[in-house]
């Protein structure tokens, strides 16, 4: 069982940056691929990036490329999302996610999620 826990959300201006963390428990964190997603009110939530456990490669929607970059520390357990030059579409509550998988494949199951965290970005 694994537990997430992200962190870094808030409410920011267009053009502005942000950085989420999502912290894992447990012991096999380097064996899993950690994914973050979004979720808009309204909307269904939708892949934002996705990182292997060796932490190359990572695989980005195209909505962030560019803008966006993901990172993890597995000795810390923890994965990053560095979100520069927000928009206001951006704005949604933000999930990590872990993958038993530990590479990357289209639609891959993911098998445990954290909380959320909200991002608000205003113009």
């Known amino acids: 069982q694994v537990q997430l826990v992200e962190s870094g959300g808030g409410v920011v201006q267009a053009g502005d940056s942000l950085r989420l963390s999502c912290a894992a428990s447990?012991?096999?964190?380097?064996?899993?691929?950690m994914g973050w997603f979004r979720q808009a009110p309204g909307k269904e939530r939708e892949f934002v990036v996705a990182?292997?456990?060796?932490?190359?490669?990572?695989a980005y929607a195209d909505s962030v490329k560019g803008r966006f970059t993901i990172s993890r520390d597995n000795a810390k357990n923890t994965v990053y999302l560095q979100m520069n030059s927000l928009k206001p579409e951006d704005t949604a509550v933000y999930y990590c996610?872990?993958?038993?998988?530990?590479?990357?494949?289209?639609?891959?199951?993911?098998?445990?999620w954290g909380q959320g965290t909200q991002v608000t970005v205003s113009s």
């Open positions: 447990g012991r096999t964190f380097s064996s899993y691929t």
């Open positions: 990182i292997s456990r060796s932490g190359s490669p990572a």
């Open positions: 996610a872990a993958s038993t998988i530990g590479w990357l494949l289209a639609g891959q199951k993911y098998d445990y």
